[in-house]
């Protein structure tokens, strides 16, 4: 149990479909992410929430669109994806955004996504 | 731009061998270093981390990091491995005015009971 719950956790999408994941800290935590892990590749950022304000966007397509209703929910919406999107998808979690302050991330389980 | 490397993309050791994975990152200023691990099926955890003072960190499960400022690096050692520790390591550096996390690809380690 790491606090930050992820659902589904697991999502099948044909091309033309609108999904969403979504991401919830139990941590009271102010500052959230969106992480990409794909095969071979590092983890990628893609966006950053911190007091459910935007403040990172890193060059994320369009198809991918996140919502910060408040500090403890997170989600991201999805639409007309494409196969080379299918990944893990981690939403995470931190007291603050700066790391100055020696903020630690917790991440949740991931939400498998897959598209056909 | 920050970027974390990771030498090694698989490891495969028997029980009870020593573990060293490597860490290097680049990154012109202060910088918090986190190992985080991923047994299989499972979420990402915080193995150990390092914000400032002793540069030999210990971390959960008997790991540890060493932090060499003038090498950039942050390896991660763990003297005897146990079947339980296959997994995937990642290595990542936080640093600057972000707080988000920079990541390495991950080193997979097999370990054969």
């Known amino acids: 149990e790491t606090g930050v719950t992820q659902t589904p956790r697991h999502l099948v999408m044909g091309m033309t479909n609108k999904k969403s994941l979504k991401c919830e800290q139990h941590l009271g935590h102010n500052a959230m992410y969106w992480y990409k892990q794909s095969a071979k590749k590092p983890l990628e950022l893609m966006f950053v929430?911190?007091?459910?304000?935007?403040?990172e966007n890193n060059s994320v397509p369009s198809r991918f669109s996140p919502e910060c209703p408040n500090s403890s929910h997170l989600f991201l919406h999805l639409h007309t994806l494409q196969p080379e999107d299918s990944a893990l998808y981690l939403c995470?979690?931190?007291?603050?955004?700066?790391?100055?302050?020696?903020?630690?991330?917790?991440f949740g389980e991931g939400s498998w996504l897959t598209v056909v | 731009a920050q970027s974390v490397s990771q030498h090694n993309h698989h490891v495969i050791l028997s029980e009870a061998a020593s573990l060293e994975l490597g860490c290097n990152y680049s990154y012109g200023g202060t910088v918090n270093l986190f190992w985080y691990v991923q047994y299989p099926g499972q979420h990402l955890q915080l193995l150990l981390k390092y914000f400032s003072g002793d540069p030999l960190v210990k971390g959960i499960k008997g790991f540890e990091a060493e932090f060499i400022k003038s090498k950039f690096s942050f390896n991660l050692r763990k003297p005897s491995v146990q079947w339980s520790d296959t997994a995937e390591y990642f290595c990542a550096i936080q640093g600057g005015s972000q707080g988000n996390l920079i990541f390495g690809k991950g080193t997979k380690l097999s370990v054969k009971p």
């Open positions: 929430y911190s007091l459910e304000e935007r403040v």
């Open positions: 995470a979690s931190s007291q603050a955004r700066s790391a100055t302050s020696g903020n630690t991330i917790y």
